[in-house]
């Protein structure tokens, strides 16, 4: 990866404050104001003896990926397409895949410093605990990071404007939003609806850390379910990409 090219995306993401503010800030302010009710630090047994706060604390991990994956990926770099910024770039000695590989480079590493924030927050503002399998929390992570920004790839892939990169982000912002257990955590899910969404890429990985949270090791079926759609996005945003 050229180093340049990665300090020039990082300052222009820098200089949004939009993306900033979604991606790293809101997913730890919406977990400080769901911790300040009252009702949300008190056990519920529909979510097998936890506290609302302590289940959505990995919801709040998954906010930054979808946000970064879907939202501000496919804006970024079908902005570049459209000004003729890949074009140009194919004339230098830059190839235009180092500005790809910056631009996740920059959106993943936001993401997660948004998942230390939002986990660092939870544990001394609300007593939330650290995950109890942390290697295995480390891997989920980042494979659900992995197949939010394939995910992004495939919105860029497929957007040839920013105006339509924005309308099919935001088509699949709320589904994946759903999934990933905004409304309704995955744990107070009906049976079948769960398995359904374990299905998709942040079903399965909300259901992941959930399990590396409790302390047990993830299952290797949302693993593989994260890895296969992983796979299949990116080869689906390598096939369809057009630099100009």
Known sequence: MNTAVLRTEFRLFRREPGAVFWIFLFPTLLLVVLGSIPSFREADKSLGGLRPVDAYAPIAVLIALIMAGVQSLPQALTGHRERGVLRRMRLTPVRPSALLTAQMAVQGGVALGSALLALAVGRLAFGVKLPGQPAGYLLALLLAVAAALALGAVVSAVSRTTKVAGAIGTAVFFPMMFCAGVWLPVQEMPHTLARVVGLTPFGAAARALNEAAAGDWPGWGHLGV???????????????????
């Open 226 to 244: 994260l890895a296969a759609w992983t796979v299949l996005l990116t080869a689906g945003a390598a096939r369809w990409f057009r630099w100009e």
